[in-house]
């Protein structure tokens, strides 16, 4: 059972570019979220999807946006790309109809360069 | 979310336990801890989690107080490969998978 799968793994762009990071979550996972981790800091929530909607929105510009797939796969984009959003990206899902107090899996993350 | 504190990190010799501390003094009923480590820029792997009672799963044990407001993750033995960052995490039950990541406990295994 392949985990959580986040493509691609490294990337590298310019300032003022947009960017589409992807992830597939876990096998029957239904919920997935984002999150930025910056050198040395923990992961920062970005945005959670459940059925298509976003459904909580932690504190981003809406230069970042996303969206998710009938399939639960999910995309993050980042629009006007700044220095400061060079960081680790990473995906979580967890499968919110199995009720409340479930564990959530993580991918190995996109790391995002821009220059 | 309620908030964590954790030591900045923290040294164990190979073969020994590891206990690792967490504090979440203003954790309500609702709200579950969760317990992630991190190894070397990975993404975060999950160990274990619980509401009130004592969990135990093969790779941890994890000991909330009575009053909720602490709790300690045991890896009973621990090995160079548990080097990591470990992230004490509370959050509500209806929140999934969106958490607050803190700075994390270091823990260094140490030959």
């Known amino acids: 059972d392949a985990g959580v799968t986040q493509s691609p793994t490294h990337l590298i762009k310019t300032r003022g570019q947009q960017v589409t990071l992807r992830c597939s979550p876990k096998s029957g996972h239904d919920t997935v979220s984002w999150y930025q981790q910056a050198l040395g800091q923990g992961p920062q929530f970005i945005f959670q999807y459940y059925e298509e909607e976003e459904r909580q929105r932690g504190n981003f510009p809406d230069r970042f946006s996303g969206h998710q797939f009938p399939n639960y796969s999910s995309e993050l984009n980042v629009n006007a790309l700044l220095l400061g959003d060079s960081a680790l990206y990473l995906c979580?899902?967890?499968?919110?109809?199995?009720?409340?107090?479930?564990?959530?899996?993580f991918g190995q993350g996109t790391r995002l360069t821009v220059v | 979310d309620a908030k964590t504190t954790q030591p900045t990190s923290m040294d164990c010799a190979e073969g020994r336990a590891a206990n690792l501390p967490c504090n979440h003094s203003t954790i309500s009923g609702n709200e579950y801890v969760y317990w992630y480590r991190q190894i070397h820029s990975q993404g975060p792997q999950y160990i274990i989690h619980?509401?009130?009672n004592n969990e135990t799963n093969e790779m941890a044990s994890l000991i909330i107080t009575e009053d909720r407001k602490s709790s300690t993750l045991i890896l009973p033995h621990a090995t160079l490969r548990d080097t990591a960052v470990y992230y004490c995490?509370?959050?509500?039950?209806?929140?999934?998978?969106?958490?607050?990541f803190g700075s994390g406990t270091k823990l260094n295994v140490k030959p």
């Open positions: 619980g509401l009130k």
């Open positions: 995490i509370v959050s509500q039950v209806y929140n999934f998978n969106k958490f607050y």
């Open positions: 979580a899902s967890s499968y919110q109809q199995q009720g409340f107090g479930t564990e959530a899996f």
